[in-house]
Nanobody
């Protein structure tokens, strides 16, 4: 079972940028799908983006054009570059397989506020 650790969150003003990292305890090269998810206060966890081993990506509509998911199989790390952040992006962000298997870690808090 792979263990995943999220990092890179923080407090940023609207319009700012952050890059999240998801470090895996083992090789991700053989894992077909990886994804980012988020959970805002009082809401259910939701899908944000996913990337499969071919490099194909998919995003929820509200982040298209602002977020970019990528993976570095050599370093066993997945990233989420987030630009033009909005207050509604505030949430705890988690990484897991795609579809999710419950391997997410503690998550990383992203707060977008002026």
């Amino acid at each position: 079972q792979v263990q995943l650790v999220e990092s890179g969150g923080g407090l940023v003003q609207p319009g700012g940028s952050l890059t999240l990292s998801c470090a895996a305890s083992g090789s991700i090269a053989s894992i077909n799908g990886l994804g980012w998810y988020r959970q805002a206060p009082g809401k259910q966890r939701e899908f944000v983006a996913r990337i499969i081993v071919t490099g194909s990506t998919n995003y929820r509509d509200s982040v298209k054009g602002r977020f970019t998911i990528s993976r570095d199989n050599a370093k066993n790390i997945m990233y989420l570059q987030m630009n033009n952040l909005k207050p509604e992006d505030t949430a705890v962000y988690y990484c897991d397989l795609f579809p999710p298997r419950g391997y997410w870690g503690q998550g990383t808090q992203v707060t977008v506020s002026s």
